[in-house]
C-alpha cells in the first residue's frame, strides 16, 4: 500500500514542481497580509487549470481576508469537493456561511457526508491503482477455482473471488461517483451581493424570491446568459454573471 | 392703621430662640400696568432696630403703610423657635410709563446697618403687561450645567407661590431620558416653607425635591416638565387646588477623554479598590474567598457586576454583594464590597489577575486606573478527590491559517481513471486468467478418439526417443539390453498405433492391420523380418553388425509406418 502511494506521490510532483512558485508566492504574500497580491498568485495557479484542495482552501482564506464572503464559500466548497475530509475547510466554510444572509438548510444527510468524507478523500487515482490490484488478485483466485481438483480449495477460491468481485466493483464505482463529484458543476455559490431569482430567463421577468451573497445552489439548466437554480426545492433563473459554479 | 412718612419704631416683644435679624422689601408684582396699584412691603424680622422708609423713585404712594406682626412659633426636635414678622404695607402707583427703581430699604440696629436689595419696576401700557400666571409657578434648576458624563449634579425642583400652601397633593416626575437620578431625601414626609423674594416679589417657596443625577450619555440630555400639585387655603373653609409644571431643565453632557479603552466602565469620580483573600495555599476542594472592594465617590451605581477572570480549573460562584453606600448631593459614596467564592478542582499553581478597573479623575480631569494585585494561589493535590475533566472549547474568532504545503495539484486530465490504460490494465488480469482457463478446460475434456489421434500421432516420437537408447546400450556393448530395448519400443508403438493391449500383439496380428491399413507389402515384410530377427535373438545371440542393421531398419520401418498408418 505504501508504494502504491508512493507512486501515486511521485505521479502529481511533476504538476506540483510546475505550480510551485505561484502558490509559495501566494502563501508568502498571505503571511504578509497582502492579500491582494496572495489572490493574484493564487489565481495564476487556477488559471492553468491546476487543482489542489490546499490551493482552493487557501483561496478562501485569501477571500474572505478581502471581505469576498461568496467567493470565500465557493473556494471553500471547492476544496471540499476534493477532499471532504479537510478539517480546517470544513470549519472555515462553517464560519465563514454563519456571516451570510439567508439561512437555508443545505446540509446533506448525515449518511452521505460521512460517506463523503470517509470515501471521497483518497485521491481517485489510488482507487484505480487499488482496483487494478484488486483485478489481479480476482483473476488468481478465479483461476484457482477454475482449475483446482480440491473441493475445498475451490469453495474457498469462490467465496475469496466473490469478495474480491464485491470489492472491485465497488471501487469503480467509488472512483467514478468521485470522478464525476469532481468534474461535474452541480451546485454553485452566490458571488453578488443579492441577487433576484426569476421565474424565466428574462430581466422583466417577475421575481419570485431573492438570494444574498454565500448562498449554495443546485444547478440545474441554462439558457443563454442565464441559469436555473434551486434552492430548498424552490426554483428559478439567476445571470450566470452572478454565480460561481462549484 | 398709622400713617406715617418717616417712622422710627421701638416694639417691644419677647423674643424667643435666635434668628439673624434680617430686613426684606417685596412687591406684589414688578411688571404693572400704569395708574395700577400695587403692595409694597417691608418686612423685619426683629422689632429692637429702626427702620426708614425707601425712596419710592417717582412712584406714588396710595396708601399705607399698614403694620402687622405675626409670631411663628417651631418646634423641631424638640427646640422651640419663635419668629416675630413685622410687615409694614405700601399701596404704590406709576402715573407714566417707564422704569422705577424703589430703592433698599435700610435698617439700623445700633451702629449696624442693613439695607434690603433695590427693587425694579416695569410700568407698561395699559393692557400690555402679561398675564402669566407669576404667582404659583415652580422652577427646575441645577448645580451644574455643564457636566462630565457621569459626573453627579444636583437637580432641585422649587415650588414659589404667593400664598402659604396648606399641603402637598401629587408629583410626577418628568422623563429624564440619558440620565439616572436618585433622590437625595427619600424618607422626606414633610416639606418645610420659606419665604424668598424674587425681584423683589415675596414667594413662599417649598424644595420639592432635591435630586443627585448622572448624565449617562454625551450630548444634550433634557429632564422634562415636573408636575407637582399643592392645595391652597383660599379663607377658613375652603380650599383650593393649583396644578403647577415645572421649566425643562437641559443638560450639557460632555463626552470623557479616552472613554474608549476597554477597561473604563463609565465610572466618574473618586475610586479605590482593595482586595483580601482567604487562603493563597489550599486543598483542591476546598473554597476560596476572595473579597474585592471598591471605595469611593461618584457614580458607583454604575459599577454593577464586577467579574473576575478565574481559570478554568475553577469553579466561580457569582459574588455576594454587599452595598454600603449612601447617596449625597456630591454623588453616591461609600464602598460596595464583592464577595466571591471560588473552588480549585485541579492542582498547581494559578493565578487569578487582579481585579482592575479604569475611571475618570474628575479633580484633575484625568483617566486613572485602580488595581488590586494578582492572586496566585497554590493549590495541593488532594489524593481522595477525583479531577472532572474541563471541556477545552476553541475559540470561534476567526477562520483557520492557510496550508502552507499542498499535498499535489492535478489536472483534470490527471486522473488515471477512465482512460483506456486504466480499463485495460483493469481488465487485463482477468482476461489473461480467463484464456489460461480455457486451455486447461480445454485439455480436460478432451475425447477419447482425440486422445487416441494424440497418442497415435505421439507413437513414433516416442519410439524414437526409446531407440536412441537403443542406439545408446548397441554402442556401449549391451547387446542383449539393446535387443530387449527395441522388441519394448516395437510393442509399445504398435500397442500406442492400434491401442491395444500387449495379450492381443502377435506377428499375424499386427502384419493384418498393415495390411488392412493398406501398407505396402515391401513394409510388412521389412516388419515380419524384423520381428523375426528379435523373435530368433531371444534364443540364440545375434551378431552385433545384424543388431545394429535391425535397429536402423526399425527406425526406418517405423518412420514409414507412422506415414501410412
Same mark, same amino acid.
Given at each position: 500500500?505504501?508504494?502504491?502511494?508512493?507512486?501515486?506521490?511521485?505521479?502529481?510532483?511533476?504538476?506540483?514542481?510546475?505550480?510551485?512558485?505561484?502558490?509559495?508566492?501566494?502563501?508568502?504574500?498571505?503571511?504578509?497580509?497582502?492579500?491582494?497580491?496572495?489572490?493574484?498568485?493564487?489565481?495564476?495557479?487556477?488559471?492553468?487549470?491546476?487543482?489542489?484542495?490546499?490551493?482552493?482552501?487557501?483561496?478562501?482564506?485569501?477571500?474572505?481576508?478581502?471581505?469576498?464572503i461568496?467567493?470565500?464559500?465557493?473556494?471553500?466548497?471547492?476544496?471540499?469537493?476534493?477532499?471532504?475530509?479537510?478539517?480546517?475547510?470544513?470549519?472555515?466554510?462553517?464560519?465563514?456561511?454563519?456571516?451570510?444572509?439567508?439561512?437555508?438548510?443545505?446540509?446533506e444527510?448525515?449518511?452521505?457526508?460521512?460517506?463523503?468524507?470517509?470515501?471521497?478523500?483518497?485521491s481517485?487515482?489510488?482507487?484505480?491503482?487499488?482496483?487494478?490490484?484488486?483485478?489481479?488478485?480476482?483473476?488468481?483466485?478465479?483461476?484457482?477455482?477454475?482449475?483446482?481438483?480440491?473441493q475445498?480449495?475451490?469453495n474457498?477460491?469462490?467465496?475469496?473471488?466473490?469478495?474480491?468481485l464485491?470489492?472491485?466493483?465497488?471501487?469503480?464505482?467509488?472512483?467514478?461517483?468521485?470522478?464525476s463529484?469532481?468534474?461535474?458543476?452541480?451546485?454553485?455559490?452566490?458571488?453578488?451581493?443579492?441577487?433576484?431569482?426569476?421565474?424565466?430567463?428574462?430581466?422583466?421577468?417577475?421575481?419570485?424570491?431573492?438570494?444574498?451573497?454565500?448562498?449554495?445552489?443546485?444547478?440545474l439548466?441554462?439558457?443563454?446568459?442565464?441559469?436555473?437554480?434551486?434552492?430548498n426545492?424552490n426554483?428559478?433563473?439567476?445571470?450566470?454573471?452572478?454565480?460561481?459554479?462549484? | 392703621?398709622?400713617?406715617?412718612?418717616?417712622?422710627?419704631?421701638?416694639?417691644?416683644?419677647?423674643?424667643?430662640?435666635?434668628?439673624?435679624?434680617?430686613?426684606?422689601?417685596?412687591?406684589? =408684582?414688578?411688571?404693572?400696568?400704569?395708574?395700577?396699584?400695587f403692595?409694597?412691603?417691608?418686612?423685619?424680622?426683629?422689632?429692637?432696630?429702626?427702620?426708614?422708609?425707601?425712596?419710592?423713585?417717582?412712584?406714588?404712594?396710595?396708601?399705607?403703610?399698614?403694620?402687622?406682626?405675626?409670631?411663628?412659633?417651631?418646634?423641631?426636635?424638640?427646640?422651640?423657635?419663635?419668629?416675630?414678622?413685622?410687615?409694614?404695607?405700601?399701596?404704590?402707583?406709576?402715573?407714566?410709563?417707564?422704569?422705577?427703581?424703589?430703592?433698599?430699604?435700610?435698617?439700623?440696629?445700633?451702629?449696624?446697618?442693613?439695607v434690603?436689595?433695590?427693587?425694579?419696576?416695569?410700568? =407698561?401700557e395699559?393692557?400690555?403687561?402679561?398675564?402669566?400666571?407669576?404667582?404659583?409657578?415652580?422652577?427646575?434648576?441645577?448645580?451644574?450645567?455643564?457636566?462630565?458624563?457621569?459626573?453627579?449634579?444636583?437637580?432641585?425642583?422649587?415650588y414659589?407661590?404667593?400664598?402659604?400652601p396648606?399641603?402637598?397633593?401629587?408629583?410626577?416626575?418628568?422623563d429624564?431620558?440619558?440620565?439616572?437620578?436618585?433622590?437625595l431625601?427619600?424618607?422626606?414626609?414633610?416639606?418645610?416653607?420659606?419665604?424668598?423674594s424674587?425681584?423683589?416679589?415675596?414667594?413662599?417657596?417649598?424644595?420639592?425635591?432635591?435630586?443627585?443625577?448622572?448624565?449617562?450619555?454625551?450630548?444634550?440630555?433634557?429632564?422634562?416638565?415636573?408636575?407637582?400639585?399643592?392645595?391652597?387655603?383660599?379663607?377658613?373653609?375652603?380650599?383650593?387646588?393649583?396644578?403647577?409644571?415645572?421649566?425643562?431643565?437641559?443638560?450639557?453632557?460632555?463626552?470623557?477623554?479616552g472613554?474608549?479603552?476597554?477597561?473604563?466602565?463609565?465610572?466618574?469620580?473618586?475610586?479605590?479598590?482593595?482586595?483580601?483573600?482567604?487562603?493563597?495555599?489550599?486543598?483542591?476542594?476546598?473554597?476560596i474567598d476572595?473579597?474585592?472592594?471598591?471605595?469611593?465617590?461618584?457614580?458607583?451605581?454604575?459599577?454593577?457586576?464586577?467579574?473576575?477572570?478565574?481559570?478554568?480549573?475553577?469553579?466561580?460562584?457569582?459574588?455576594?454583594?454587599?452595598?454600603?453606600?449612601?447617596?449625597?448631593?456630591?454623588?453616591?459614596?461609600?464602598?460596595?464590597?464583592?464577595?466571591?467564592v471560588?473552588?480549585?478542582?485541579?492542582?498547581?499553581?494559578?493565578?487569578?489577575?487582579?481585579?482592575?478597573?479604569?475611571?475618570?479623575?474628575?479633580?484633575?480631569?484625568?483617566?486613572?486606573?485602580?488595581?488590586?494585585?494578582?492572586?496566585?494561589?497554590?493549590?495541593?493535590?488532594?489524593?481522595?478527590?477525583?479531577?472532572?475533566?474541563?471541556?477545552?472549547?476553541?475559540?470561534?474568532?476567526?477562520?483557520?491559517?492557510i496550508?502552507?504545503?499542498?499535498?499535489?495539484?492535478?489536472?483534470?486530465?490527471?486522473?488515471?481513471?477512465?482512460?483506456?490504460?486504466?480499463?485495460?490494465?483493469?481488465?487485463?488480469?482477468?482476461?489473461i486468467?480467463?484464456?489460461?482457463?480455457?486451455?486447461?478446460?480445454?485439455?480436460?475434456?478432451?475425447?477419447?478418439?482425440?486422445?487416441?489421434?494424440?497418442?497415435?500421432?505421439?507413437?513414433?516420437?516416442?519410439?524414437?526417443?526409446?531407440?536412441?537408447?537403443?542406439?545408446?546400450?548397441?554402442?556401449?556393448?549391451?547387446?542383449?539390453?539393446?535387443?530387449?530395448?527395441?522388441?519394448?519400443?516395437?510393442n509399445?508403438?504398435?500397442?500406442?498405433?492400434?491401442?491395444?493391449?500387449?495379450?492381443?500383439?502377435?506377428?499375424?496380428?499386427?502384419?493384418?492391420?498393415?495390411?488392412?491399413?493398406?501398407?505396402?507389402?515391401?513394409?510388412?515384410?521389412?516388419?515380419?523380418?524384423?520381428?523375426?530377427?528379435?523373435?530368433?535373438?531371444?534364443?540364440?545371440?545375434?551378431?552385433?553388425?545384424?543388431?545394429?542393421?535391425?535397429?536402423?531398419?526399425?527406425?526406418?520401418?517405423?518412420?514409414?509406418?507412422?506415414?501410412?498408418?
Amino acid at each position: 500500500m505504501k508504494v502504491l502511494f508512493l507512486f501515486i506521490a511521485f505521479i502529481f510532483t511533476a504538476a506540483t514542481f510546475a505550480q510551485d512558485s505561484s502558490f509559495v508566492r501566494g502563501n508568502e504574500a498571505y503571511a504578509n497580509s497582502d492579500f491582494e497580491t496572495a489572490l493574484s498568485e493564487y489565481t495564476k495557479v487556477v488559471g492553468s487549470e491546476q487543482m489542489s484542495t490546499e490551493l482552493y482552501y487557501n483561496l478562501g482564506n485569501t477571500y474572505f481576508k478581502l471581505d469576498q464572503i461568496g467567493e470565500a464559500i465557493w473556494a471553500y466548497e471547492k476544496a471540499l469537493k476534493i477532499d471532504p475530509s479537510n478539517q480546517n475547510a470544513q470549519f472555515n466554510l462553517k464560519f465563514v456561511n454563519s456571516k451570510t444572509y439567508d439561512d437555508l438548510d443545505t446540509a446533506e444527510s448525515g449518511i452521505v457526508t460521512w460517506l463523503k468524507i470517509n470515501l471521497f478523500s483518497f485521491s481517485i487515482n489510488f482507487w484505480a491503482y487499488l482496483s487494478i490490484l484488486f483485478a489481479f488478485i480476482l483473476a488468481i483466485a478465479l483461476y484457482f477455482f477454475f482449475t483446482t481438483k480440491k473441493q475445498k480449495v475451490k469453495n474457498r477460491s469462490l467465496s475469496f473471488s466473490f469478495g474480491t468481485l464485491f470489492l472491485l466493483v465497488f471501487m469503480i464505482l467509488l472512483a467514478y461517483l468521485n470522478k464525476s463529484n469532481i468534474i461535474d458543476r452541480a451546485h454553485a455559490v452566490i458571488v453578488t451581493e443579492f441577487v433576484e431569482v426569476r421565474s424565466s430567463p428574462s430581466d422583466t421577468a417577475p421575481s419570485g424570491f431573492k438570494l444574498h451573497e454565500g448562498t449554495k445552489v443546485d444547478l440545474l439548466r441554462s439558457s443563454d446568459d442565464w441559469i436555473e437554480v434551486g434552492v430548498n426545492e424552490n426554483t428559478g433563473w439567476v445571470e450566470k454573471t452572478s454565480i460561481w459554479e462549484i | 392703621m398709622k400713617r406715617i412718612g418717616v417712622f422710627i419704631l421701638f416694639v417691644c416683644c419677647i423674643q424667643l430662640g435666635f434668628g439673624q435679624k434680617t430686613v426684606q422689601s417685596t412687591v406684589s =408684582s414688578n411688571q404693572v400696568a400704569a395708574m395700577e396699584v400695587f403692595e409694597f412691603q417691608i418686612i423685619v424680622n426683629n422689632n429692637d432696630c429702626n427702620v426708614l422708609q425707601p425712596d419710592f423713585g417717582g412712584l406714588t404712594v396710595a396708601g399705607g403703610p399698614q403694620s402687622s406682626q405675626s409670631n411663628n412659633i417651631s418646634i423641631v426636635n424638640g427646640q422651640r423657635t419663635q419668629n416675630t414678622e413685622l410687615i409694614w404695607t405700601y399701596q404704590l402707583r406709576a402715573k407714566e410709563v417707564g422704569s422705577y427703581i424703589i430703592s433698599g430699604v435700610t435698617m439700623d440696629c445700633g451702629g449696624e446697618t442693613q439695607v434690603s436689595e433695590p427693587i425694579e419696576i416695569t410700568v =407698561s401700557e395699559e393692557g400690555q403687561v402679561s398675564k402669566v400666571d407669576q404667582d404659583y409657578y415652580m422652577r427646575l434648576t441645577t448645580n451644574k450645567s455643564s457636566v462630565y458624563q457621569g459626573e453627579p449634579f444636583t437637580v432641585t425642583l422649587k415650588y414659589y407661590s404667593k400664598s402659604r400652601p396648606d399641603s402637598f397633593e401629587a408629583l410626577d416626575l418628568g422623563d429624564a431620558v440619558g440620565i439616572y437620578r436618585q433622590d437625595l431625601k427619600p424618607d422626606r414626609t414633610s416639606f418645610q416653607t420659606n419665604m424668598e423674594s424674587i425681584n423683589g416679589v415675596r414667594y413662599y417657596t417649598i424644595v420639592l425635591r432635591e435630586e443627585v443625577c448622572f448624565a449617562q450619555r454625551s450630548g444634550e440630555v433634557k429632564l422634562q416638565p415636573y408636575y407637582a400639585s399643592l392645595l391652597f387655603r383660599r379663607d377658613f373653609f375652603n380650599q383650593f387646588r393649583k396644578e403647577t409644571y415645572s421649566n425643562t431643565l437641559s443638560i450639557d453632557v460632555k463626552k470623557i477623554p479616552g472613554s474608549s479603552s476597554l477597561d473604563f466602565t463609565g465610572l466618574v469620580g473618586e475610586f479605590s479598590v482593595t482586595s483580601e483573600i482567604s487562603s493563597n495555599h489550599v486543598l483542591m476542594g476546598d473554597a476560596i474567598d476572595i473579597k474585592i472592594t471598591i471605595d469611593g465617590k461618584g457614580n458607583m451605581q454604575d459599577l454593577g457586576l464586577i467579574e473576575l477572570d478565574v481559570p478554568e480549573e475553577f469553579d466561580q460562584y457569582d459574588p455576594e454583594i454587599e452595598d454600603k453606600t449612601s447617596v449625597s448631593s456630591t454623588g453616591i459614596k461609600g464602598k460596595i464590597e464583592y464577595n466571591f467564592v471560588v473552588i480549585p478542582k485541579h492542582y498547581g499553581k494559578y493565578t487569578i489577575p487582579g481585579y482592575s478597573f479604569q475611571y475618570f479623575d474628575l479633580k484633575n480631569k484625568k483617566m486613572k486606573t485602580a488595581q488590586v494585585d494578582d492572586f496566585i494561589i497554590q493549590v495541593d493535590k488532594r489524593e481522595s478527590m477525583e479531577i472532572d475533566p474541563i471541556k477545552t472549547e476553541l475559540a470561534n474568532t476567526d477562520i483557520q491559517y492557510i496550508e502552507e504545503n499542498s499535498s499535489g495539484f492535478f489536472e483534470q486530465d490527471d486522473f488515471f481513471f477512465g482512460t483506456w490504460t486504466y480499463y485495460g490494465l483493469v481488465s487485463s488480469p482477468l482476461l489473461i486468467s480467463f484464456f489460461f482457463i480455457f486451455i486447461r478446460q480445454k485439455k480436460e475434456n478432451i475425447s477419447d478418439e482425440e486422445l487416441l489421434v494424440l497418442q497415435q500421432k505421439k507413437a513414433v516420437k516416442n519410439a524414437q526417443t526409446a531407440l536412441k537408447v537403443v542406439k545408446a546400450n548397441l554402442e556401449q556393448g549391451k547387446d542383449a539390453e539393446a535387443l530387449k530395448g527395441l522388441q519394448t519400443t516395437l510393442n509399445k508403438f504398435f500397442m500406442e498405433k492400434f491401442n491395444v493391449g500387449l495379450s492381443d500383439l502377435s506377428q499375424r496380428k499386427i502384419a493384418e492391420r498393415l495390411t488392412t491399413g493398406n501398407v505396402e507389402n515391401e513394409s510388412i515384410e521389412k516388419f515380419n523380418k524384423i520381428w523375426n530377427a528379435i523373435e530368433m535373438g531371444q534364443y540364440a545371440p545375434i551378431a552385433h553388425e545384424n543388431l545394429v542393421l535391425t535397429v536402423n531398419d526399425t527406425e526406418g520401418l517405423l518412420i514409414e509406418l507412422d506415414k501410412k498408418l
